[in-house]
């Protein structure tokens, strides 16, 4: 089975579980209308990965840590777009949560993926309970405050912003739980697998600031040029395109240099550069990472 | 050490731990705001019981247990105050968390208390990894969907009520969670103290709905007449005054009937009648439990 489709099997079990019988119909459907189709699922192949690098002899372990990053980070998109937030009508090319499902749903059906995220990683604790704890103090660090990403959105709240916490907290955090928990998950030391998520983390704001700047809404499947519209710290703003192009590459460069001697660390490379490709707006293609 | 210190410096412990640099100052002082000064810290306090009744062989479980129940009751308090809900100006006599702070850093208050809960219990895993394990998937299942009260709030978004999962989950939950969850820290049964919680839930909640009815703004410290309102079920309107005392009796009665043989039940029996007093409004006292 691949990656992929161990993380959607994990998801779906996890959206199920929340979706029995008795629960409300709407808060039922709004969840799983907030996780699926899902994106790339960047940040739970990045921990899969990892797992897998690293031998991956825990493997319903890595499954759960996969699954509870995606549903912080789906919970975190649905509150996120919430009017008093960026006021989103769109995410992922269709009506977001609270446009299709009420404010109230949707900020229910935020804070019960950010539960079920938890869960998901308990219920594997049988299989290595020490691991499971890890995994949930990882995700806990990563998603609340001061260093995860509730503190991140949190700054944005702020007259004056602590831009180097800002930008760890609100992106970097959950890139740095994703390599972090896949050592975990497979028994490896997590601060080894640290400097791989950061980098990776700063490459994929610098890639979503070009994108914004880049790309229509259509193109992008959410409303485009947000970061001017908010006036929120960008990339492009702050280098120009060439320099925010520039940065992503070096970005994508020591991500690579940072993985650190394991057996899978060829096949983890091989990852990385193709996610670079994926992450780089047309324009700016080949990476050469 | 009272079991009430022992609570006050457990959420005073976890509420440091989310407020340190570098955390945005405008969230970290809501954090605050939302948990200090406590109500009666009712869900904690049973919590403590159970496990003091069960010997409390691992008191920092048992207090992380108590706090995380705490930090979760105070994050829907917070979310259920927000005008898409309740949209109420006041609670526990001061303004709420989205009047004094706005409504983005409510909702990211109330989220960020929710992780805090689930962190406060792994990090005491050292412990009792297990025991750990066992109270953050009890506490998972009585916070989330189906049976949790983020499901119990969304029932309120529904034209079809399922008026007996509604009840369980938006009160219910929490309180059979708290008698489980002291058990669970203690190494007892969970499933024999299921019924203590679940009567004195409801218990709670018919004299809650019995001041919401009798009592003023000032008293209550937050709107009165609030199920009116908002059309909610409630024993006073389905049973009458008389009726919904005589359903709180019974409760209570019932409550104390059920608690297992176990080194400290008189003690706990003391407790659930001096709680039932403080529960009751004054018209109906002695409750004779």
Same mark, same amino acid.
């Given at each position: 089975?691949?990656?992929?489709?161990? @993380?959607?099997?994990?998801?779906?079990?996890?959206?199920?579980?929340?979706?029995?019988?008795?629960? +409300?119909?709407?808060?039922?459907?709004?969840?799983?209308?907030?996780?699926? +189709?899902?994106?790339?699922?960047?940040?739970?192949?990045?921990?899969?990965?990892?797992?897998?690098?690293?031998? $991956?002899?825990?493997?319903?372990?890595?499954?759960?840590?996969?699954?509870?990053?995606?549903?912080?980070?789906?919970?975190?998109?649905?509150?996120? $777009?919430?009017?008093?937030?960026?006021?989103?009508?769109?995410?992922?090319?269709? +009506?977001?949560?609270?446009?299709?499902?009420?404010?109230?749903?949707?900020?229910?059906?935020?804070?019960?993926?950010? @539960?079920?995220?938890?869960?998901?990683?308990?219920?594997?604790?049988?299989?290595?309970?020490?691991?499971?704890?890890?995994?949930?103090?990882?995700?806990?660090?990563?998603?609340?405050?001061?260093?995860?990403?509730?503190?991140?959105?949190?700054?944005?709240?702020?007259?004056?912003?602590?831009?180097?916490?800002?930008?760890?907290?609100?992106?970097?955090?959950?890139?740095?739980?994703?390599?972090?928990?896949?050592?975990?998950?497979?028994?490896? $030391?997590?601060?080894?697998?640290?400097?791989?998520?950061?980098?990776?983390?700063?490459?994929?704001?610098?890639?979503? $600031?070009?994108?914004?700047?880049?790309?229509?809404?259509?193109?992008?499947?959410?409303?485009?040029?947000?970061?001017?519209?908010?006036?929120?710290?960008?990339?492009?703003?702050?280098?120009?395109?060439?320099?925010?192009?520039?940065?992503?590459?070096?970005?994508?460069?020591?991500?690579?240099?940072?993985?650190?001697?394991?057996?899978?660390?060829?096949?983890?490379?091989?990852?990385?550069?193709?996610?670079?490709?994926?992450?780089?707006?047309?324009?700016?293609? +080949?990476?050469?990472?």
């Amino acid at each position: 089975m691949t990656p992929q489709d161990r @993380i959607e099997i994990a998801v779906n079990s996890a959206l199920h579980r929340a979706q029995r019988r008795p629960a +409300p119909p709407k808060l039922a459907s709004a969840l799983e209308y907030a996780v699926l +189709p899902g994106g790339a699922r960047v940040r739970p192949m990045l921990c899969m990965s990892v797992a897998l690098a690293c031998g $991956d002899d825990k493997p319903r372990l890595s499954a759960a840590g996969a699954t509870a990053l995606e549903l912080i980070h789906c919970a975190s998109l649905v509150h996120d $777009d919430l009017p008093c937030f960026d006021d989103a009508d769109i995410r992922r090319g269709k +009506p977001s949560v609270h446009k299709a499902f009420g404010e109230e749903i949707a900020v229910l059906a935020g804070d019960t993926l950010i @539960i079920l995220a938890f869960e998901t990683i308990a219920l594997q604790a049988a299989d290595d309970c020490a691991r499971a704890a890890g995994l949930i103090q990882t995700l806990a660090t990563s998603s609340g405050s001061p260093d995860g990403i509730c503190a991140g959105q949190a700054w944005e709240s702020e007259a004056n912003v602590n831009l180097d916490a800002y930008h760890r907290a609100k992106t970097g955090a959950l890139f740095t739980a994703a390599t972090r928990m896949g050592a975990v998950a497979a028994g490896a $030391d997590p601060h080894e697998w640290e400097e791989l998520g950061a980098r990776i983390g700063e490459a994929y704001q610098v890639a979503d $600031d070009l994108r914004d700047a880049l790309l229509d809404e259509e193109e992008l499947g959410k409303p485009a040029g947000q970061d001017t519209v908010h006036d929120r710290p960008n990339a492009v703003t702050e280098f120009g395109i060439k320099g925010a192009a520039q940065k992503l590459n070096d970005s994508l460069s020591a991500a690579i240099t940072s993985i650190p001697a394991c057996p899978g660390e060829a096949q983890l490379c091989a990852l990385v550069r193709k996610q670079a490709e994926r992450l780089t707006p047309m324009a700016f293609h +080949p990476v050469t990472v």
